[in-house]
T-cell receptor, first 113, second 113 residues
Framework: ELKVEQNPLFLSMQEGKNYTIYCNYS?????LYWYRQDPGKSLESLFV?????AVKQEGRLMASLDTKARLSTLHITAAVHDLSATYFC?????????????FGTGTLLAVQP | EPEVTQTPSHQVTQMGQEVILRCVPI?????FYWYRQILGQKVEFLVS????????KSEIFDDQFSVERPDGSNFTLKIRSTKLEDSAMYFC???????????FGDGTRLSIL
C-alpha cells in the first residue's frame, strides 16, 4: 500500500531564505504532484512530475523527482510572505486503474518578514 | 479558466440525516473524484468515477456513501445516516485523463451535529 510522508510538518522561515520540503513515498509510483492550499481554500496544482529526474520550476518554487530514491523535493528560493501556505505532495500508485492520489501530511510554511 | 464548482459551501446536518454534496466538474474532463479532509489533517481519497461507474474506492467509502452522475454535468456524493466523524471538508476533483493533474473545487464543509 502506497504511503506518502512529508517533512518537515511545519516550517517557519524568514523572507529571502532558501529551504527544501521533502516528500518520500513507500512503493513505486509513476506520478507525483505538488499542491498548495491556503487556509480554508481548495488545493491548487503546482507541479506534475512523471519521470525520474524530472525538474519543474515556477517562480521561486522548484520541484524534482527521484524515482529510485522514491523522493521528491520542493525547493523554495528567496522566500516571500506570499508563499505562506500548506504544501502537499501526492503520489499515484504505479499502474493504478485510476488517478487516485495519496496525499502526504502537508507542510505548513510560514514566511516571516 | 474552467473550474470545478461545488455546492453548498457549508452544510450543517443533524446526525443520522442524509446529505447530498454536489459538484460540477470541468466539462471536458472524464475522471471524477471525491476526497475529504478532516480539520487539520491530510487529504484522503474516497472514490474515483469514470465512464459512469466507480473505478476505485477507499476503505472509508463504505455502504454509507454513494456517488452518482445524474446528468451530463453534475457529480454527487450522498452520505446516508451521517455520523459525527463524517464532519470534514469534502473536495470534488476532476481530470482530463489519468496523468493530468486533478483540479479541485473549493470544497463543501460538512458539519454534523
Amino acid at each position: 500500500e502506497l504511503k506518502v510522508e512529508q517533512n518537515p510538518l511545519f516550517l517557519s522561515m524568514q523572507e529571502g531564505k532558501n529551504y527544501t520540503i521533502y516528500c518520500n513515498y513507500s512503493t513505486t509510483s509513476d506520478r507525483l504532484y505538488w499542491y498548495r492550499q491556503d487556509p480554508g481554500k481548495s488545493l491548487e496544482s503546482l507541479f506534475v512530475l512523471l519521470s525520474n529526474g524530472a525538474v519543474k520550476q515556477e517562480g521561486r518554487l522548484m520541484a524534482s523527482l527521484d524515482t529510485k530514491a522514491r523522493l521528491s523535493t520542493l525547493h523554495i528560493t528567496a522566500a516571500v510572505h506570499d508563499l505562506s501556505a500548506t504544501y502537499f505532495c501526492a503520489a499515484g500508485p504505479y499502474g493504478g486503474a485510476t488517478n487516485k492520489l495519496i496525499f502526504g501530511t502537508g507542510t505548513l510554511l510560514a514566511v516571516q518578514p | 479558466e474552467p473550474e470545478v464548482t461545488q455546492t453548498p459551501s457549508h452544510q450543517v446536518t443533524q446526525m443520522g440525516q442524509e446529505v447530498i454534496l454536489r459538484c460540477v466538474p470541468i466539462s471536458n474532463h472524464l475522471y471524477f473524484y471525491w476526497y475529504r479532509q478532516i480539520l487539520g489533517q491530510k487529504v484522503e481519497f474516497l472514490v474515483s468515477f469514470y465512464n459512469n461507474e466507480i473505478s476505485e474506492k477507499s476503505e472509508i467509502f463504505d455502504d454509507q456513501f454513494s456517488v452518482e452522475r445524474p446528468d451530463g454535468s453534475n457529480f454527487t456524493l450522498k452520505i446516508r445516516s451521517t455520523k459525527l466523524e463524517d464532519s470534514a471538508m469534502y473536495f470534488c476533483a476532476s481530470s482530463e485523463n489519468a496523468n493530468q493533474p486533478q483540479h479541485f473545487g473549493d470544497g463543501t464543509r460538512l458539519s454534523i451535529l
